[in-house]
């Protein structure tokens, strides 16, 4: 009977250990997931806040190239005006250089 009960106290002795080593185990891996975790929360925020940076790098270079256009139409209706200028300029010159010389009649 003694070898019985120094058997049971042997076995309950293991068993206590084992949850001991399980619990520090678990604790371990209970520690290492947080930090993952925590890692992974950061690396998210990183790649929130490159994002946002990114969206206003565009946002800014759609007003650079919206301002461009805006310039272009306005610098092409500058253009414009000043080639009717140019026509009007050139016609006129034509009439005043057909009325000072007038064609001859053979």
Do not use: C, W
């Not at 947080?34 to 890692?39: E, G, N, V």
């Amino acid at each position: 009977m003694a070898d019985a009960n120094t058997a049971l106290i042997v076995l309950a002795s293991v068993q206590g250990a084992f949850t001991v080593v399980l619990a520090v185990a678990t604790g371990f891996y209970a520690v290492r997931t947080h930090d993952i975790s925590k890692a992974a929360k950061e690396q998210a925020d990183a790649s929130t806040e490159m994002a946002r940076e990114t969206r206003e790098q565009t946002s800014a270079t759609v007003q650079v190239v919206r301002e461009m256009r805006e310039q272009t139409s306005a610098t092409m209706q500058t253009a414009r005006a000043a080639q009717a200028q140019a026509d009007a300029a050139l016609a006129m010159a034509q009439v005043m250089h057909e009325q000072s010389f007038p064609r001859a009649n053979f």
